[in-house]
């Protein structure tokens, strides 16, 4: 489930996104930037798929338009490297 919202830090307002689990509601990224965007809605899905090594059954968003795209480009985790150790 992505979240964002605005936080202050040093004085300027930036975006803070994240990722939970709908159902531990454990937080499996998260990530500050400038903007929000496609690019950084990628690289939060991207950090979250790499905490989960999973693939979600279901998205919930609050329906930005980025989050689609930015999910299905980003790279499925390796999930070789998980279960072998490496």
Known sequence: MPTRMLVKVKGEWQCLSGVMDNETKFLLASE???THNFENARI???KAK???KTM???IVTDGLPSYVGA???T???DMTASRTGR
Do not use: D, E, H, L
Request: charged share 5%; no cysteine.
């Open 32 to 34: 500050i930037s400038k």
């Open 44 to 46: 939060v899905f991207a």
């Open 50 to 52: 790499t905490t989960a």
């Open 56 to 58: 979600p059954n279901t």
């Open 71 to 73: 999910y299905v480009t």
């Open 75 to 77: 790279p499925q985790p």
